[in-house]
Every structure is written in C-alpha cells, then in structure tokens.
C-alpha cells in the first residue's frame, strides 16, 4: 500500500483564487512527480523533482504554477490564479529512482474551481 | 513521443470469469511497465511492475504479459469478484526521465 499522504483530500476555490496542495512522498523516495487527471481520465504530468531539485517540468507548470520539494518540509503545488480548466485531480506520486522502479501515487486533491 | 493505447474502454464481466485488458506502445526502447488500479474517488493503486526482461509475472489472481515484439501488455484478472470494479490504468515508464505515460482507461464492472 501506498504511503504517499497528499492534502487536502478537496478543495474548492473561485476563479482567480490561489490554491495550495501539498504531498509527503514516501520515506527514502527523493523522486517526486506531480500528475494532473481530468474528468475524461487523461493524465497530464506536471513537474518532477529529484530531492530539491526539478528535473522536468511542462509550460503550464512554469507560467501559473509553481511547485516546490523542500529539505524536511512537505512537497508542495500552488496555482497562483485559478481557472475552471484547472479543476481536476492532482496526483503526487514517489519513487526511489526514475528509472525502473516502482511509482506509488497518493490519493489526491480534488480541486474544483467555482 | 511515447504513446499508449488501451482496451477495451468499458468491460463487464460475470463473478468468477476472466477479464482482460490490453495496452500497445510504440516506443520499443521502454523498459518498465505497470498497471494501477483507481477505485472511485481514490488515487492510483499500483497492482503490478514488470522489467521488459519479463514475459509473464503472477500474484494474487492478477497476470501480466508482455510480448515486446508486439509491443503490446495484458492484465488478466483470472476470477474476477464484485471488487474488483474500478476503473485500470496501464502504465509505461520513460527510464530516463521517469515519466509515466498512461493509457486512457478501462471501466470494469464485475456483476454477482
């Protein structure tokens, strides 16, 4: 079972509203990734982070996100001005390596943007 | 880039009987495969991973092929139960990045 712990479980904000979310990876997994999933089931991948750094991230991470993976602090996800479009489930997800090992996902942030 | 495509989109099955589910992929360099299971309202559940150097792997009722010459992964739920019933992801893994890409979904139904 997956011990990755991502808050909150929803959260609801207005259009141009901030909205933070944040995931604990699981012990000794210093890869974190942060997946956005739609109504219609497609992922999209956000940003992944190796301990403190990012390793990749797409366009839309880079304009209105911003993400965060802290020494000894929870990994983080804000949305600095939120849009209908951004509503979703956003996965956080760990591994010990990128490479061919196991990724475990937490449960999710629902957000829905009013 | 890598693409990922999966059926049957919805698969209803009786308790007891076999359900299948298949993905393709394209590119033939990817070396790590996976499949999750999401219940409703829930996150990923990993079920399975397997190495490209694994043709078939085994656990707990659940069995995963993989023919890297076709290119193509199964998952078969050998006796399925009402549990079962979640939607199922397969997944492959870029070894360089760590990138998943998924396919898009089956919707399984597993009536009594």
């Known amino acids: 079972n997956s011990k990755v712990i991502q808050t909150p479980r929803y959260l609801v904000k207005g259009q141009g509203q901030k909205a933070k979310m944040r995931c604990i990876p699981e012990k000794g997994h210093p890869v974190v990734f942060w997946y956005q999933q739609n109504k219609n089931n497609e992922f999209k991948f956000l940003i992944n982070f190796q301990n403190q750094e990012v390793l990749q991230q797409i366009d839309m991470t880079e304009k209105r996100f911003s993400a965060e993976c802290p020494s000894n602090s929870p990994c983080s996800l804000e949305i600095q001005s939120s849009e209908a479009g951004d509503s979703a489930l956003y996965l956080c997800?760990?591994?010990?390596?990128?490479?061919?090992?196991?990724?475990?996902f937490g449960k999710g942030t629902r957000l829905t943007v009013v | 880039g890598e693409q990922v495509e999966q059926r049957p989109p919805h698969l209803s099955v009786r308790e007891g009987d076999s359900a299948i589910i298949i993905c393709t992929y394209t590119?033939?360099?990817?070396?790590?495969f996976s499949w999750y299971k999401q219940e409703a309202g829930a996150g990923l559940q990993l079920l399975m991973s397997v190495l490209s150097n694994v043709d078939r792997k085994e656990e707990q009722g659940l069995t995963v092929l993989l023919n890297k010459k076709d290119k193509r992964l199964s998952l078969n739920l050998t006796a399925a139960h009402p549990g079962d019933s979640a939607v199922y992801f397969c997944a492959v893994k870029n070894t360089n990045t760590g990138k998943l890409t998924f396919g898009d979904g089956t919707v399984l139904t597993v009536k009594p």
């Open positions: 590119d033939s360099a990817t070396a790590y």
């Open positions: 997800a760990s591994s010990r390596l990128t490479g061919n090992t196991e990724v475990f």
